[in-house]
Protein backbone atom coordinates (compact mmCIF):
# COMPACT_ATOMS: atom_id res chain seq x y z
CA UNK A 1 0.00 0.00 0.00
CA UNK A 2 0.97 3.60 -0.81
CA UNK A 3 2.59 5.25 2.46
CA UNK A 4 3.50 9.06 2.95
CA UNK A 5 6.41 9.78 6.08
CA UNK A 6 6.96 12.79 7.41
CA UNK A 7 9.22 13.83 10.51
CA UNK A 8 7.56 13.18 13.63
CA UNK A 9 8.49 16.97 14.80
CA UNK A 10 10.17 20.37 13.55
CA UNK A 11 11.05 23.24 16.11
CA UNK A 12 11.29 26.68 15.02
CA UNK A 13 11.72 30.42 16.43
CA UNK A 14 8.48 32.91 15.95
CA UNK A 15 9.03 34.64 13.09
CA UNK A 16 11.09 32.35 11.46
CA UNK A 17 10.05 29.60 8.39
CA UNK A 18 9.10 26.01 9.18
CA UNK A 19 9.59 23.39 6.06
CA UNK A 20 7.42 20.25 6.46
CA UNK A 21 8.42 17.66 4.14
CA UNK A 22 6.16 14.67 3.17
CA UNK A 23 7.99 11.64 1.21
CA UNK A 24 6.25 9.18 -0.84
CA UNK A 25 6.71 7.46 -4.04
CA UNK A 26 6.50 9.32 -7.02
CA UNK A 27 4.19 11.84 -5.11
CA UNK A 28 4.79 14.55 -7.52
CA UNK A 29 2.61 12.85 -9.98
CA UNK A 30 -0.33 12.99 -7.50
CA UNK A 31 -1.66 16.15 -5.98
CA UNK A 32 -0.65 16.95 -2.16
CA UNK A 33 -3.45 18.40 0.52
CA UNK A 34 -1.85 19.72 3.98
CA UNK A 35 -4.31 19.41 7.59
CA UNK A 36 -2.99 21.75 10.46
CA UNK A 37 -4.53 19.86 13.40
CA UNK A 38 -4.63 21.93 16.96
CA UNK A 39 -4.85 19.68 20.72
CA UNK A 40 -8.23 18.87 20.53
CA UNK A 41 -9.65 20.03 17.96
CA UNK A 42 -10.60 18.86 13.86
CA UNK A 43 -8.07 19.02 11.09
CA UNK A 44 -8.52 22.24 8.97
CA UNK A 45 -7.46 21.85 5.40
CA UNK A 46 -4.19 25.08 4.86
CA UNK A 47 -3.25 23.71 1.52
CA UNK A 48 -4.51 21.49 -1.38
CA UNK A 49 -3.39 20.80 -5.09
CA UNK A 50 0.09 21.48 -3.85
CA UNK A 51 0.11 24.97 -3.92
CA UNK A 52 -3.28 26.26 -3.27
CA UNK A 53 -4.49 28.06 -0.33
CA UNK A 54 -8.03 27.69 0.66
CA UNK A 55 -9.52 31.12 1.61
CA UNK A 56 -9.33 32.36 4.93
CA UNK A 57 -5.77 30.61 5.31
CA UNK A 58 -2.86 33.16 5.75
CA UNK A 59 -0.49 33.97 2.80
CA UNK A 60 2.34 32.71 5.28
CA UNK A 61 1.60 29.05 4.24
CA UNK A 62 2.75 27.56 0.86
CA UNK A 63 3.23 24.21 -0.32
CA UNK A 64 5.15 22.90 -3.36
CA UNK A 65 5.09 19.01 -4.49
CA UNK A 66 8.39 17.75 -6.66
CA UNK A 67 9.39 13.92 -7.37
CA UNK A 68 8.74 11.73 -4.24
CA UNK A 69 8.80 15.16 -1.46
CA UNK A 70 5.62 18.10 -0.91
CA UNK A 71 6.91 20.46 1.06
CA UNK A 72 4.64 22.69 3.35
CA UNK A 73 6.20 26.08 4.31
CA UNK A 74 5.05 28.59 6.92
CA UNK A 75 6.97 31.89 6.77
CA UNK A 76 6.84 34.06 9.45
CA UNK A 77 5.84 31.49 12.30
CA UNK A 78 3.83 32.26 14.90
CA UNK A 79 2.57 30.97 18.02
CA UNK A 80 -0.53 29.83 16.82
CA UNK A 81 0.86 27.93 14.08
CA UNK A 82 1.95 25.20 16.57
CA UNK A 83 0.03 21.87 15.94
CA UNK A 84 0.24 18.98 13.95
CA UNK A 85 0.43 19.15 10.57
CA UNK A 86 -0.93 15.84 8.15
CA UNK A 87 0.09 15.63 4.12
CA UNK A 88 -2.39 13.79 2.41
CA UNK A 89 -2.86 12.42 -1.49
CA UNK A 90 -4.62 9.83 -3.01
CA UNK A 91 -3.79 6.54 -4.65
CA UNK A 92 -6.20 4.32 -6.20
CA UNK A 93 -9.02 5.86 -4.94
CA UNK A 94 -7.82 5.94 -1.51
CA UNK A 95 -6.97 8.42 0.56
CA UNK A 96 -3.80 8.24 2.05
CA UNK A 97 -2.22 10.34 5.26
CA UNK A 98 1.41 10.79 6.58
CA UNK A 99 2.51 9.77 9.60
CA UNK A 100 2.53 13.34 10.88
CA UNK A 101 4.35 16.43 11.93
CA UNK A 102 4.28 18.10 15.52
CA UNK A 103 5.30 21.65 14.77
CA UNK A 104 6.48 23.51 17.74
CA UNK A 105 6.85 27.15 18.31
CA UNK A 106 10.14 27.75 20.49
CA UNK B 1 -22.72 27.52 6.16
CA UNK B 2 -21.61 23.63 6.27
CA UNK B 3 -21.87 22.05 9.83
CA UNK B 4 -21.09 18.41 10.63
CA UNK B 5 -22.27 17.34 14.09
CA UNK B 6 -21.55 14.02 15.28
CA UNK B 7 -23.22 11.93 18.20
CA UNK B 8 -21.81 11.56 21.37
CA UNK B 9 -19.17 9.73 23.34
CA UNK B 10 -18.96 5.83 23.45
CA UNK B 11 -18.24 3.37 25.98
CA UNK B 12 -18.48 -0.76 24.40
CA UNK B 13 -17.31 -3.78 25.50
CA UNK B 14 -14.24 -6.10 23.46
CA UNK B 15 -16.89 -7.66 20.66
CA UNK B 16 -19.50 -5.29 20.53
CA UNK B 17 -20.43 -2.75 18.15
CA UNK B 18 -20.74 1.04 17.57
CA UNK B 19 -22.38 3.23 15.23
CA UNK B 20 -21.29 6.81 14.40
CA UNK B 21 -23.83 9.71 13.24
CA UNK B 22 -23.00 12.70 11.27
CA UNK B 23 -25.61 14.65 10.68
CA UNK B 24 -25.04 17.41 7.72
CA UNK B 25 -26.39 20.73 7.75
CA UNK B 26 -25.91 23.56 4.87
CA UNK B 27 -25.88 21.58 1.99
CA UNK B 28 -27.52 18.29 0.48
CA UNK B 29 -25.84 15.18 1.77
CA UNK B 30 -26.16 13.37 -1.88
CA UNK B 31 -24.12 15.96 -3.53
CA UNK B 32 -20.63 15.59 -1.74
CA UNK B 33 -18.89 12.15 -0.56
CA UNK B 34 -18.60 11.43 2.63
CA UNK B 35 -15.34 10.03 4.68
CA UNK B 36 -14.64 8.71 7.94
CA UNK B 37 -11.45 9.04 9.79
CA UNK B 38 -10.35 8.02 12.82
CA UNK B 39 -7.71 9.29 15.06
CA UNK B 40 -5.68 6.73 17.71
CA UNK B 41 -5.25 8.69 21.01
CA UNK B 42 -1.28 10.05 20.53
CA UNK B 43 -1.29 8.75 16.53
CA UNK B 44 -2.32 9.93 13.61
CA UNK B 45 -4.69 10.21 10.94
CA UNK B 46 -6.26 6.87 9.43
CA UNK B 47 -8.89 6.30 6.36
CA UNK B 48 -11.60 3.93 6.37
CA UNK B 49 -13.60 4.63 3.64
CA UNK B 50 -16.12 6.39 2.21
CA UNK B 51 -19.64 6.78 0.81
CA UNK B 52 -20.61 8.01 -2.68
CA UNK B 53 -22.65 10.56 -3.06
CA UNK B 54 -24.42 9.96 -5.95
CA UNK B 55 -24.88 5.99 -5.64
CA UNK B 56 -24.92 5.37 -2.20
CA UNK B 57 -22.06 3.14 -3.39
CA UNK B 58 -18.89 2.34 -0.63
CA UNK B 59 -15.45 2.00 -0.63
CA UNK B 60 -13.06 0.78 2.32
CA UNK B 61 -9.71 0.66 3.01
CA UNK B 62 -8.85 -2.87 2.98
CA UNK B 63 -8.17 -3.19 7.11
CA UNK B 64 -11.88 -2.72 7.59
CA UNK B 65 -13.10 -4.52 5.00
CA UNK B 66 -15.86 -6.73 6.82
CA UNK B 67 -15.97 -4.62 10.21
CA UNK B 68 -16.68 -1.23 8.78
CA UNK B 69 -19.94 -0.88 7.26
CA UNK B 70 -21.17 3.07 6.14
CA UNK B 71 -24.64 4.11 5.33
CA UNK B 72 -26.78 7.09 5.15
CA UNK B 73 -30.26 8.57 5.64
CA UNK B 74 -30.77 11.50 2.84
CA UNK B 75 -34.54 12.19 4.63
CA UNK B 76 -32.41 13.26 7.66
CA UNK B 77 -29.25 14.18 6.39
CA UNK B 78 -26.91 11.92 7.91
CA UNK B 79 -24.28 9.52 7.78
CA UNK B 80 -23.45 7.08 9.49
CA UNK B 81 -20.30 4.49 10.49
CA UNK B 82 -20.67 0.71 12.08
CA UNK B 83 -17.88 -0.33 13.06
CA UNK B 84 -18.01 -4.17 14.41
CA UNK B 85 -16.09 -6.27 16.45
CA UNK B 86 -14.97 -3.93 18.44
CA UNK B 87 -10.65 -4.45 19.71
CA UNK B 88 -8.92 -2.08 21.91
CA UNK B 89 -6.78 -0.71 19.52
CA UNK B 90 -10.30 0.25 18.15
CA UNK B 91 -10.25 3.10 21.00
CA UNK B 92 -9.96 5.71 18.99
CA UNK B 93 -11.74 9.70 18.03
CA UNK B 94 -13.45 8.80 14.64
CA UNK B 95 -14.46 11.79 12.02
CA UNK B 96 -16.69 12.61 9.18
CA UNK B 97 -15.45 14.63 6.74
CA UNK B 98 -16.74 16.04 3.54
CA UNK B 99 -15.07 15.36 0.57
CA UNK B 100 -14.99 18.32 -1.98
CA UNK B 101 -14.88 19.22 -5.94
CA UNK B 102 -11.52 19.33 -5.48
CA UNK B 103 -10.70 16.09 -3.68
CA UNK B 104 -9.64 17.02 -0.09
CA UNK B 105 -11.43 16.89 3.04
CA UNK B 106 -12.92 20.72 3.06
CA UNK B 107 -15.42 20.20 6.18
CA UNK B 108 -15.11 17.64 9.50
CA UNK B 109 -17.08 17.09 12.55
CA UNK B 110 -16.34 17.70 15.37
CA UNK B 111 -15.27 13.88 16.18
CA UNK B 112 -16.63 11.09 18.24
CA UNK B 113 -14.36 9.22 20.80
CA UNK B 114 -15.10 5.71 21.10
CA UNK B 115 -13.90 3.41 23.74
CA UNK B 116 -13.72 -0.16 24.00
CA UNK B 117 -12.54 -1.28 27.39
CA UNK B 118 -13.87 -4.30 29.39
Known amino acids: SYELTQPPSVSVSPGQTASITCSGNKLGDKYANWYQQRPGQSPVLVIYQDIKRPSGIPERFSGSNSGNTATLTISGTQAMDEADYYC?????????FGTGTKVTVL | QVHLVQSGAEVKKPGASVKVSCKASGYTLIDYDMHWVRQAPGQGLEWMGC????????KYAQKFQGSVTMTRDTSISTAYMELSSLRSDDTAVYYC???????????WGQGTLVTVSS
Open chain 1, 88 to 96: QAWDSNTAV
Open chain 2, 51 to 58: IKHNSGGT
Open chain 2, 97 to 107: AREDTVRTFDY
